[in-house]
C-alpha cells in the first residue's frame, strides 16, 4: 500500500528540498501536485481540501520564510498534516486489555470474519481468550466459516446458532461467557450497507441488547469515495468506537485510510493485510505518514524484527550487519525471516528511501525465494561468503548446479549488494535517526 | 425473465446512487452563469466524487469543453446533455452478451476477495437456467466454508453443485467438475474460483493453471472468463483489471453491490482504460438482482431521467 502515493511524495520532496528559498507561488505548485496525487488516490475531496488550506497557512508563516531549510520545514508541515489526516494520535494500545465485549461491523466483504480469527489470535498473543460469536444469520454458510476461522485461532466458538435470532445468539453468547469464562467475546455481524434500514435496526437493536465496550468498523482498504459515506453511515445508526482498515496487502493507494478521519472522527485501531491470521498490525498514523512521505517507518521495522529475531542465530546475524559483515548465507536466512514479517514489499516500505537509496527491485515471492535459495546452495563456503570471488566460469558452474540461467545469479549478486548497501546505512543511521527524527536525515 | 425485463429491475435498485451524481453534476451546471470557469472544475470534481477517476474524468470534461465551444453552447441543458452523450459513448462498442458456445460453456469466474464472486455465481446460474441447463462448480476450495456457502445458494435456486473438499487443488476440482458437466450433458458450467488478490503472482498463477486445466479438458474453453468488481473499490479497479487480465485475459467486468451509495465511477475507468466489456450488474442479495448492463439504461439511471 501507498507505493505511488509515497513516489509522488518522494518526487515532491526532492523539489522542496532543491529550493533556497520557498515563494508561495512554489507552495501553490506543490499543492498542486499533492491534490492530484490524493485524488489518483481516492482521498475524500474533503480532506484534500482541509490538507490544502493547513499546508498553505503554515507554510506562509514567517518560521518557514526565515528558515535556513525552507524546503524540509515546508516538508514537516505536510508530514504533520499528513499525519492528522490518518488520525493524529493513535489509539491507547491498552485499550484492548480491557476490553470484554468487541463487536464487529462492515459492508459485505470487508472482511469481518477474517479480522474477527485475527483479533482473537492478536488476543491470545496477550493471554486473553475470547469467544467468536456469529451473528450473521443471512449469508450461507458464515457460522461455518466463523467456526473454521476461530479454530485456526485456537479461539471458543459459540456453536447451535441455527435458525435462531441475533437476539437470542447474543442472550447464548453471554451466558456461555459466563460459564466457561471468557476474557473477550467477539461478535461478528452481517455484512450491510449504511443505507439498509432493516439491517441496521437488526445491528442496533443487538448492540442495545449486548452493550459492547468496543465497536469496530471494518473497512476495506481499495474502497472509494464511498469510504466516508460508508463510515458515516455507521456512526450515525450505531456507535462506531474505531475503524479497522483491511487487505493492506492490495496496492491501493490509501485514499479510504486517509480520508476517514476527517469524514468521521474515527481513528484507524488495526490494519491488516493477507489471509493469514497473523497479519494484524496497530495502526500508528505518525509511523505511517513517514511511510507515505518516504522518510522510512524505522520504528514497526525494529519492533517487528525484534518479535522474529530472537533465536542466537539471528542475533550473531544482526551484529554481522551491524558491522557490514553480512555474507549470502545470512542473506538466505534473512530472505526466509523476511518472509515472516509479511510480504518484502511491505518491508521495504517501511525503510527510509528519502537519502536516494538505490532503486532495488526486491520483489520476493515464493518461486523467487526458492531460486535463490537453489543458486545459494550451489555455491560453494568460500563463494558465499566472498561473493566477489564468483566470475563468469563460477556462475556458469552455479547456474547449471541450481538449474538456472547466468542472469539470474548476476541479478541475486546485485540484489544482495543494494542490500548490503541499505543495511549498512540503517545501520549507521539506527541511533542517529531515532534520536534527531525527521529533520536529522 | 426476458432480457428487458431484467434491465427494468435495475434502475429502481440504483436509483439511491443515481441521485447522488445527478445532484453533483446539477450543482455544478447550476453555478455556469456564476462562474464560468469555475464550472468545469466542479464538473470535474463531482466525476471524481463519483470514482470515475482523474484521467478519464479529464477526458469526459475535455470533450464536452470542446464540443461546447465549437457548438458555443452555454446552457447549461445543453452541456448536460453532451455531457450525458459523452459518458455513453464511452461505451461504445461494450459487449453485454455472454458467449456461451461449447458443451459445456465454460464460464470462469473471479475476482479479488470480498467482490461478491458467490454471490454472482448464484444468481448467474439462477439467470442462466431458466433456458438452460447449468452446472456449478464450487472451486474455492481455499476459504473457510465457501463450499457450504455455494452448495446451499445451489439448493435454493435448484442448480447442482459439484462439490471439492477445502484444502484440493482447485485446478482438480475443476477437472473434475468438467467431467461432470458432460457425464450430466449439462449446457453451462459456472466456475466460482477462490478470491485473491490480484498483487500476489502466486496466486494469479494458480487462477491461470486453472485457464490451462479448463482449455485442455475442455477444448475452445473457457467462453467467458469473468471479473467481478466491487462497486465501492476505488481506483484500485483499474490496478485488479489490469492484472487479472495479463494472467487470464478477461473477457468480461461485473460490477456488484450497486444498491451501495457508490456510483460506480470505475466502470467508466475500466471501459475508457481497459476497453473491456462491462457484461453484468449485480445489485442487492436477492437472487434476481442481476441485470445484463446496458450503458443507455445505466447512464439514464445516473443522471437521473
Same mark, same amino acid.
Given at each position: 500500500m501507498f507505493e505511488t502515493i509515497t513516489q509522488r511524495f518522494q518526487k515532491i520532496a526532492r523539489l522542496l528540498k532543491s529550493k533556497g528559498i520557498v515563494t508561495s507561488v512554489d507552495i501553490d505548485e506543490v499543492l498542486r501536485d499533492i491534490r492530484r496525487t490524493l485524488l489518483e488516490a481516492d482521498v475524500s475531496l474533503a480532506a484534500i481540501k482541509q490538507l490544502s488550506a493547513n499546508v498553505k497557512e503554515k507554510a506562509l508563516g514567517a518560521k518557514v520564510i526565515s528558515s535556513l531549510t525552507p524546503g524540509q520545514q515546508v516538508l514537516k508541515i505536510i508530514k504533520d498534516e499528513v499525519e492528522l489526516l490518518l488520525g493524529g494520535t493513535p489509539l #491507547?494500545?491498552?485499550?484492548?486489555?480491557?476490553?470484554s465485549l468487541v463487536f464487529v461491523m462492515g459492508l459485505q466483504g470487508s472482511g469481518k470474519t477474517t479480522f474477527c480469527g485475527k483479533l482473537a489470535l492478536y488476543l491470545q498473543k496477550a493471554n486473553r481468550t475470547s469467544l467468536l460469536v456469529p451473528l450473521d444469520v443471512h449469508r450461507p454458510a458464515a457460522a461455518e466459516q466463523l467456526k473454521t476461522v476461530s479454530t485456526e485461532a485456537g479461539a471458543e466458538f459459540l456453536s447451535n446458532t441455527a435458525g435462531k435470532s441475533v437476539l437470542k445468539i447474543c442472550e447464548e453468547a453471554s451466558v456461555a461467557a459466563k460459564k466457561i469464562g471468557i476474557d473477550t467475546v467477539i461478535y461478528d455481524t452481517a455484512g450491510r450497507l449504511q443505507i439498509d434500514d432493516v439491517m441496521m435496526k437488526e445491528l442496533s437493536d443487538a448492540r442495545m441488547k449486548v452493550r459492547p465496550d468496543l465497536s469496530l468498523l471494518v473497512l476495506d482498504?481499495?474502497?472509494?469515495?464511498q469510504a466516508a459515506q460508508i463510515a458515516s453511515g455507521f456512526t450515525r445508526s450505531v456507535k462506531v468506537d474505531a475503524v479497522v482498515l483491511t487487505k493492506l496487502d492490495s496496492d491501493t493507494r490509501g485514499g479510504a485510510a486517509l480520508s476517514v478521519f476527517t469524514e468521521t472522527g474515527k481513528t484507524i485501531l488495526f490494519s491488516t493485510s493477507s489471509e493469514k491470521l497473523d497479519q494484524l498490525d496497530l495502526f500508528y498514523p505518525d509511523r505511517i505518514a513517514s511511510r507515505i512521505i518516504g522518510i522510512g517507518d524505522v520504528m514497526t521495522l525494529i519492533e517487528k524484527a525484534e518479535e522474529i529475531a530472537s533465536t542466537k542465530e539471528m542475533e550473531e546475524m544482526g551484529k554481522r550487519v551491524l558491522k557490514n559483515e553480512i555474507t549470502l548465507e545470512d542473506f538466505l536466512v534473512q530472505l526466509n525471516e523476511l518472509k515472516k514479517m509479511g510480504p518484502l514489499n511491505s518491508v521495504l516500505e517501511m525503510l527510509p528511501g528519502k537519502g536516494g537509496l538505490p532503486k532495488i #527491485?526486491?520483489?520476493?515471492d515464493d518461486v523467487m525465494l526458492q531460486r535463490c535459495e537453489a543458486i545459494i546452495r550451489s555455491m560453494t563456503q568460500k563463494e558465499r561468503r566472498n561473493p566477489s570471488i564468483i566470475n563468469s566460469s563460477r556462475k556458469q558452474r552455479i547456474a547449471t548446479g541450481s538449474g538456472t540461467q547466468v542472469n539470474d545469479i548476476n541479478r541475486l549478486l546485485k540484489q544482495f549488494a543494494s542490500l548490503k548497501l541499505i543495511l549498512s546505512r540503517v545501520s549507521k543511521q539506527k541511533r542517529g535517526f531515532l534520536k534527531k527524527g525527521l529533520l536529522g536525515l | 425473465m426476458s432480457r428487458g425485463a431484467v434491465t427494468k429491475k435495475l434502475s429502481s435498485s440504483i436509483k439511491a446512487s443515481g441521485s447522488i451524481f445527478k445532484d453533483a453534476i446539477d450543482r455544478a451546471l447550476r453555478n455556469i452563469y456564476k462562474n464560468a470557469d469555475g464550472i468545469w472544475d466542479e464538473l470535474e470534481e463531482s466525476l471524481i466524487s463519483a470514482d470515475v477517476g482523474v484521467a478519464t474524468s479529464l477526458y469526459l470534461i475535455e470533450s464536452v469543453r470542446k464540443e461546447a465551444a465549437k457548438r458555443r453552447v452555454s446552457d447549461p441543458q445543453e452541456i448536460h446533455k453532451i455531457l450525458k452523450r459523452k459518458c455513453i459513448s464511452i461505451f461504445d462498442g461494450n459487449d453485454a452478451e455472454l458467449g456461451l458456445n461449447g458443451d459445456p460453456a465454460v464460464v470462469l469466474v473471479t475476482g479479488v476477495n470480498g467482490v461478491g464472486k458467490t454471490t454472482f455465481v448464484a444468481k448467474l446460474a439462477n439467470l442462466l437456467s431458466e433456458e438452460k441447463r447449468v452446472l456449478i462448480s464450487a472451486a474455492d476450495t481455499f476459504r473457510a466454508a465457501a463450499i457450504d456457502q455455494i452448495s446451499i445458494l445451489g439448493k435454493r435456486i435448484g442448480v447442482e453443485v459439484i462439490r471439492a473438499s477445502r484444502g484440493d487443488d482447485p485446478s482438480a476440482a475443476i477437472y473434475d467438475a468438467i467431467s461432470a458437466a458432460r457425464a450430466k450433458s449439462a449446457q453451462v458450467l459456472i466456475i466460482d474460483t477462490a478470491g485473491r488478490m490480484h498483487t500476489s503472482a502466486n496466486l494469479l498463477a494458480e487462477a491461470a493453471k486453472m485457464k490451462r486445466v479448463i482449455a485442455k479438458n475442455a477444448p475452445g474453453q473457457p467462453s467467458e472468463v469473468l471479473l467481478v468488481v466491487d462497486s465501492t473499490t476505488g481506483q484500485n479497479t483499474i490496478m485488479q483489471a489490469q492484472k487479472f487480465d495479463s494472467s487470464l485475459n478477461v473477457t468480461g467486468i461485473v460490477v456488484t453491490?450497486?444498491? @451501495?451509495? @457508490?456510483?460506480?465511477g470505475t466502470i467508466f475507468t475500466v471501459r475508457n482504460e481497459m476497453n473491456k466489456s462491462i457484461k453484468m450488474l449485480c445489485f442487492g442479495e436477492?437472487?434476481?438482482a442481476i441485470s445484463y448492463f446496458d450503458p443507455e439504461v445505466f447512464i439514464n439511471n445516473l443522471f437521473g431521467e
Open positions: #491507547d494500545k491498552n485499550l484492548l486489555e480491557n476490553v482498504s481499495m474502497t472509494g469515495q #527491485d526486491l520483489r520476493v | 453491490k450497486l444498491d @451501495s451509495t @457508490s456510483k460506480a436477492d437472487i434476481d
